[in-house]
Protein backbone atom coordinates (compact mmCIF):
# COMPACT_ATOMS: atom_id res chain seq x y z
CA UNK A 1 0.00 0.00 0.00
CA UNK A 2 1.07 3.52 -0.69
CA UNK A 3 1.27 6.31 1.50
CA UNK A 4 0.56 9.69 -0.18
CA UNK A 5 3.07 12.13 1.03
CA UNK A 6 4.74 15.82 0.19
CA UNK A 7 8.27 16.66 0.54
CA UNK A 8 8.36 20.83 0.81
CA UNK A 9 11.87 22.35 0.39
CA UNK A 10 12.41 25.46 2.17
CA UNK A 11 15.24 27.66 0.40
CA UNK A 12 14.86 31.13 -0.89
CA UNK A 13 18.09 30.18 -3.30
CA UNK A 14 16.41 27.01 -4.95
CA UNK A 15 13.00 28.75 -5.09
CA UNK A 16 14.73 31.57 -7.04
CA UNK A 17 16.61 28.86 -9.47
CA UNK A 18 20.54 29.71 -7.64
CA UNK A 19 20.89 26.32 -6.53
CA UNK A 20 19.76 23.19 -7.04
CA UNK A 21 17.73 21.41 -4.67
CA UNK A 22 19.51 18.02 -3.25
CA UNK A 23 17.47 17.75 0.24
CA UNK A 24 14.20 17.41 -1.01
CA UNK A 25 14.92 14.31 -3.64
CA UNK A 26 16.74 12.70 -1.16
CA UNK A 27 13.81 12.65 1.44
CA UNK A 28 11.69 11.60 -1.31
CA UNK A 29 13.58 9.22 -2.12
CA UNK A 30 14.18 7.91 1.39
CA UNK A 31 10.55 7.93 2.48
CA UNK A 32 9.86 6.02 -0.70
CA UNK A 33 11.58 3.04 1.09
CA UNK A 34 8.99 3.50 3.47
CA UNK A 35 6.20 3.27 0.98
CA UNK A 36 5.25 6.96 0.98
CA UNK A 37 4.98 8.51 -2.69
CA UNK A 38 6.45 12.06 -2.08
CA UNK A 39 6.55 14.80 -4.89
CA UNK A 40 9.18 17.68 -4.18
CA UNK A 41 7.55 21.22 -3.93
CA UNK A 42 10.37 24.16 -3.62
CA UNK A 43 9.27 26.99 -2.11
CA UNK A 44 10.92 30.69 -0.58
CA UNK A 45 11.31 31.12 3.26
CA UNK A 46 8.90 33.06 3.51
CA UNK A 47 5.77 32.11 5.88
CA UNK A 48 2.87 33.00 3.73
CA UNK A 49 4.75 30.11 1.14
CA UNK A 50 5.38 27.54 3.81
CA UNK A 51 1.71 27.47 5.16
CA UNK A 52 0.39 27.23 1.69
CA UNK A 53 2.82 24.59 0.39
CA UNK A 54 1.98 22.64 3.48
CA UNK A 55 -1.84 23.20 3.14
CA UNK A 56 -1.74 22.41 -0.31
CA UNK A 57 0.10 19.00 0.26
CA UNK A 58 -2.57 18.08 2.56
CA UNK A 59 -5.55 18.98 0.29
CA UNK A 60 -3.99 16.82 -2.12
CA UNK A 61 -4.03 14.08 -0.12
CA UNK A 62 -0.76 13.97 1.46
CA UNK A 63 -0.83 12.08 5.05
CA UNK A 64 2.70 12.58 5.81
CA UNK A 65 4.77 16.24 5.40
CA UNK A 66 8.29 16.20 5.27
CA UNK A 67 9.71 20.32 5.30
CA UNK A 68 13.23 20.64 4.57
CA UNK A 69 15.22 23.73 5.26
CA UNK A 70 14.65 26.99 7.50
CA UNK A 71 15.17 24.92 10.74
CA UNK A 72 18.17 27.11 11.85
CA UNK A 73 19.04 30.42 13.43
CA UNK A 74 19.70 32.65 10.84
CA UNK A 75 17.08 35.52 10.38
CA UNK A 76 15.07 33.59 7.41
CA UNK A 77 14.73 30.46 9.44
CA UNK A 78 11.39 30.55 9.99
CA UNK A 79 10.04 26.80 9.25
CA UNK A 80 9.34 25.58 12.38
CA UNK A 81 7.07 28.90 14.50
CA UNK A 82 5.37 28.49 10.85
CA UNK A 83 4.44 24.57 10.80
CA UNK A 84 3.75 25.06 14.89
CA UNK A 85 0.92 27.21 14.24
CA UNK A 86 -0.79 24.65 12.38
CA UNK A 87 -0.19 21.79 14.85
CA UNK A 88 -3.39 20.20 16.56
CA UNK A 89 -0.89 18.30 18.73
CA UNK A 90 2.77 18.67 18.96
CA UNK A 91 4.94 15.40 18.80
CA UNK A 92 8.11 16.26 20.23
CA UNK A 93 9.96 13.49 21.13
CA UNK A 94 10.60 12.76 17.58
CA UNK A 95 12.14 16.31 16.76
CA UNK A 96 14.79 15.73 19.82
CA UNK A 97 15.78 12.32 18.84
CA UNK A 98 16.53 13.57 15.10
CA UNK A 99 18.30 16.59 16.80
CA UNK A 100 19.89 13.43 18.84
CA UNK A 101 20.34 10.95 15.99
CA UNK A 102 22.30 14.19 14.44
CA UNK A 103 24.43 15.55 17.27
CA UNK A 104 25.98 12.26 17.29
CA UNK A 105 27.92 12.93 14.25
CA UNK A 106 27.21 17.04 13.54
CA UNK A 107 27.51 18.79 17.07
CA UNK A 108 26.03 21.68 15.24
CA UNK A 109 22.67 19.50 14.82
CA UNK A 110 21.67 20.65 18.45
CA UNK A 111 21.14 24.36 16.83
CA UNK A 112 17.77 22.81 14.53
CA UNK A 113 14.39 24.08 15.84
CA UNK A 114 12.60 21.79 14.30
CA UNK A 115 9.31 20.46 15.06
CA UNK A 116 7.22 17.23 14.71
CA UNK A 117 3.03 16.79 14.64
CA UNK A 118 -0.16 16.57 13.64
CA UNK A 119 -1.92 19.11 10.98
CA UNK A 120 -5.71 18.32 11.04
CA UNK A 121 -7.56 20.87 8.50
CA UNK A 122 -11.39 20.79 8.31
CA UNK A 123 -13.00 17.74 5.65
CA UNK A 124 -9.22 16.36 5.15
CA UNK A 125 -7.68 13.60 6.82
CA UNK A 126 -5.03 14.42 9.89
CA UNK A 127 -1.48 14.50 8.23
CA UNK A 128 2.08 14.05 10.25
CA UNK A 129 4.26 16.86 9.58
CA UNK A 130 7.55 17.26 10.75
CA UNK A 131 10.77 19.98 9.83
CA UNK A 132 14.07 18.04 8.52
CA UNK A 133 16.89 20.26 8.34
CA UNK A 134 18.16 21.52 4.56
CA UNK A 135 21.15 19.27 4.48
CA UNK A 136 21.55 15.57 3.26
CA UNK A 137 22.57 14.40 6.35
CA UNK A 138 19.95 16.53 8.18
CA UNK A 139 17.02 14.58 5.69
CA UNK A 140 19.05 11.78 6.33
CA UNK A 141 19.11 11.53 9.84
CA UNK A 142 15.09 12.61 9.65
CA UNK A 143 13.95 9.64 7.78
CA UNK A 144 15.80 7.35 9.85
CA UNK A 145 13.82 8.41 12.91
CA UNK A 146 10.68 9.08 11.26
CA UNK A 147 10.54 6.00 8.64
CA UNK A 148 9.85 3.05 10.96
CA UNK A 149 6.95 5.31 12.88
CA UNK A 150 5.15 6.09 9.57
CA UNK A 151 2.84 2.93 9.40
CA UNK A 152 1.66 3.14 13.33
CA UNK A 153 1.39 7.10 13.70
CA UNK A 154 -0.98 7.23 10.56
CA UNK A 155 -2.60 4.09 12.40
CA UNK A 156 -3.03 5.64 15.37
CA UNK A 157 -4.51 8.23 14.21
CA UNK A 158 -7.43 6.66 12.40
CA UNK A 159 -8.26 4.66 16.13
CA UNK A 160 -5.80 1.76 15.49
CA UNK A 161 -4.89 0.33 19.00
CA UNK A 162 -1.74 0.23 20.33
CA UNK A 163 1.19 -3.18 19.55
CA UNK A 164 1.85 -4.92 22.42
Not at 28 to 44: F, H, K, R, S
Not at 108 to 116: G, H, K, M, N
Not at 138 to 149: N, R
Amino acid sequence: MTITGAVLTVSDRASAGEYTDTSGPLAAELLAGYGVDAPVTVVPDDPAEIRRGIRAAIKAGARVVLTTGGTGIAPRDVTPEVTAELFSRRLPGIADEIRRRGAASVPTAVLSRAEAGIVQLKKWPPAFVVNAPGSTGGVTDTVAVVGPLIAHLLDQLEGGDHAR
